[in-house]
């Protein structure tokens, strides 16, 4: 069984590119996803300038890839579901790299900020908190906000 579920912030804006050929989207992005310490854990691994935090490369595909670079951005919260898959290539010295990430199968947004980043009215993290938040969803693709507790976990 390969699945995958996190949820975590994002640790810049997700790139979007389109394959040569197919024109597929394809996005990438980072999320911060906190691991399960205890506060004093957690101190402890601060003050060791450990981290508290893993930070997975998340791949997502076709339309799914367009709406996660239109309304996402740093510092939103989404959910991921999906698959680990691991690949490798030849760098340029002639060694062998290994890659680990996540391909989504489905993100859910967590956070909603004001309007789409495209229109130029993405707003800081902070900002995005304390205003309210926008329900017009129909060119979103399906996407609907969700309450935290309506999370099973």
């Known amino acids: 069984m390969n699945s995958v579920f996190l949820i975590g912030r994002l640790t810049a804006d997700p790139e979007l ?14 999320l911060a996803v906190d691991k399960d310490l205890s506060k004093e854990k957690k101190a402890e691994a601060e003050r060791m300038g450990r981290p508290t935090a893993d930070f997975p490369r998340i791949t997502v595909w076709g339309r799914q890839a367009e709406n996660c670079a239109n309304y996402l951005a740093k510092g939103r919260m ?13 760098n340029a010295q002639g060694q062998k790299v290994y890659t680990t990430e996540v391909v989504a199968e489905q993100v ?17 993290f902070q900002q995005q908190q304390q ?10 693709g399906g996407f609907q906000p969700i309450d935290d507790e309506d999370i099973p976990f």
């Open 17 to 30: 590119r389109f394959l040569p050929g197919n024109g597929t989207a394809v996005a990438r992005f980072s």
């Open 78 to 90: 989404v959910a991921i579901k999906g698959r680990i898959q691991t690949g490798s290539y030849q």
């Open 108 to 124: 859910q947004f967590l956070e909603w900020g004001e309007g789409n980043k495209s229109q130029g009215r993405n707003t800081s």
């Open 131 to 140: 205003q309210p938040v926008n329900n017009d969803f129909d060119a979103t």
